[in-house]
């Protein structure tokens, strides 16, 4: 459904301007939304009955706040069954869109364009038995969409998913992701013995410390996850989070003989390079 309500609220300005939808994108309203520190947040939308994306997938976000509205790529943190569209997304300041749209609300409009892509897909992955899902700050989000879609776990007898913060309250999304995953009546039994959560921190006393890098260099991963090192025939990978830990990673990942593919050329491991914290 189309809002064509939309206003500038999001952005409190000065005198509440009307901008026109521009051609091709979704104005859908907020539902939901969670600040979880002071630069980590995420909120929930309608989603559009016509929309399609597979989970992992991501969309350009903006406000109805200019007559040219800002956009940027953000990974929809729900999965591919859920009838409204999560986002998990960082507070900058003085970014161009995260600036504004941290101070969304219920009720608000959000600006959504209608075609969805992304490579972290199960269809780019060749298949194989445990699945590893690697993610730094909010670089989590297109995994709380996979950890969520039975697809999954059709496909991988074991998902793991690493989240590694600075702190410990930056972890505190994919913390609830997973304990509500695990009591939730639908999914919970699929999930249970299938799904490990990793969580670590940099610069913070948290029982288990470490960037993932040097957590799988170390094979400190593999001794406390009780299983082999990466092996190209039986692992797979997915990754996202900064520039640098996706370029460490998959360095690491292909040392170990994985082979990186693409939505066109199924392989072992997948890399968002589009994310955007
Ligand atoms: P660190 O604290 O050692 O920099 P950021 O907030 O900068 O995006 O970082 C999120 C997390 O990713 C932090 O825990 C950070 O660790 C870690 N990180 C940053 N760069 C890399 C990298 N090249 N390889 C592995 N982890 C990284």
């Keep these: 459904m189309q809002h064509q309500d939309a206003t500038a609220r999001a952005d409190a300005p000065e005198e509440a301007r009307e901008f026109p939808i521009p051609p091709g994108v979704f104005a859908e309203t907020v539902v939901w939304v969670k600040h979880y520190t ?11 009955q016509s929309f399609r994306f597979r989970s992992g997938e991501f969309v350009m976000i903006g406000l109805p706040n200019a007559a040219k509205p800002v956009f940027r790529a953000y990974s929809i943190a729900s999965p591919a069954w859920d009838d409204e569209l999560e986002f998990y997304s960082i507070k900058v300041p003085d970014g161009p869109l995260t600036q504004h749209l941290q101070k969304i609300r219920p ?6 364009r209608q075609k969805p892509t992304g490579t972290l897909v199960l269809d780019a992955l060749k298949p194989g038995k445990r ?3 690697v993610a730094t700050g909010t670089g989590i989000a ?4 996979l950890i969520r879609d039975p697809e ?8 793991v998913l690493t989240n590694t913060c600075r702190d ?12 509500a995953l695990t009591n939730d009546p639908l999914i919970g039994e699929l999930v249970a013995g299938r799904l490990t959560y990793y969580a670590t921190t940099t610069r913070q006393d948290h029982p288990r410390m470490g960037r993932i ?8 991963l593999f001794s406390d996850l009780g299983v082999a090192p990466f092996d190209p025939a039986t692992d797979r990978g997915m990754i996202c989070g900064s520039m640098a830990m996706l370029n460490d990673v998959k360095a690491l990942m292909e040392k170990a003989g994985l082979e990186e593919g693409s939505n ?8 968002e390079r589009a994310f955007v914290g």
């Design 142 to 145: 297109p995994f709380a969409s």
């Design 152 to 159: 999954t776990y059709e496909k991988f007898e074991e998902v």
């Design 38 to 48: 002071d630069s980590l947040f995420a909120f929930r939308i309608t989603r559009p």
């Design 107 to 112: 009720g608000d409009t959000v600006l959504m």
């Design 264 to 271: 066109s050329r199924p392989a072992d491991f997948v890399v």
């Design 213 to 220: 890098t040097s957590l799988i260099e170390s094979g400190k």
């Design 131 to 133: 699945l590893y899902m």
């Design 168 to 179: 410990v309250a930056d972890l505190a999304y994919g913390d609830e992701l997973v304990e």
